[in-house]
């Protein structure tokens, strides 16, 4: 499903934030938004899964205004997986993962066959069926976050947006979480705090500095090391990855 982004702007107390942001992701696409600390990432995420109303402009999903959807049709078109979530550890993983069929259900509908099989089918996508009945308290960082992706897939929707998901998690899990984002075959628009994380997973980055686009378009014509430099205030080397041979972007302190 396209993602289209026109215009957008965003003020907060008067304060602009993201300003006549045009940004597109084709179906199937994974784009990356990355950028400077407070250039407005997270904010623009916002307005795509509907928490933070657009000041101006226009979010269109499949060529529907986003914000004109009532909120279970739009959680139908698109799941979120955000920065900070805090989930009870009292709850199981299949409760947690199952609180991602609400909107395809009545507010007094009860859980059926169907459901339970999207539940299933969510943890063993993201490897981790076994742990079901587990409590979440009991699961490690990289694995908590594997469930709470689980829950954005059961609900079956065409876009997933991700906010820097790989907060907080150890390198190993970092790249295993986004090696299986990649995999899914959806739209996918995150925020990723990593350039070269950014450069070997994404399809495009878009670059936001103060709020609007600075550059955009695929990861080596973009992330170059004079761009970084001017964007980020770092030296930068670009170049195929010495193992994967991906885009690889290692970055040093400024002379």
Known sequence: MR????????????RPIVADVDLTVEPGEFAALVGPNGSGKSTLLRTVYRTLRPSGGVVHLGGEDLWRMRPRTAARHRAVLPQHNQ??????????????????????DRETRADRAAVDA?????????AAGRLMSTLSGGERQRVLLARALAQEAPLLVLDEP???????SQLHLLDLVRSLGLTLLAALHDLDQAAAHADRVVVLRDGRVAGHGPP????????????????????????????????????
């Open 122 to 130: 969510a943890l063993d996508r993201v490897g981790m069926l076994w």
């Open 220 to 255: 080596l014509d973009v992330l170059t090391p004079s761009f970084i430099e001017e964007v980020f205030g770092v030296r930068a080397h670009v170049g195929p990855h010495p193992i994967t041979g991906r885009p690889h972007i290692a970055v040093a302190a400024p002379a």
């Open 3 to 14: 993602l289209d982004l026109a215009g957008v702007s965003v003020r907060i107390d008067a």
């Open 166 to 172: 790989t907060n907080h998690l150890d390198i190993g």
């Open 87 to 108: 989930v009870g550890g009292e709850f199981s993983v299949a409760e947690v993962v199952a609180v991602g069929r609400t909107g395809r259900k009545g507010a007094l």
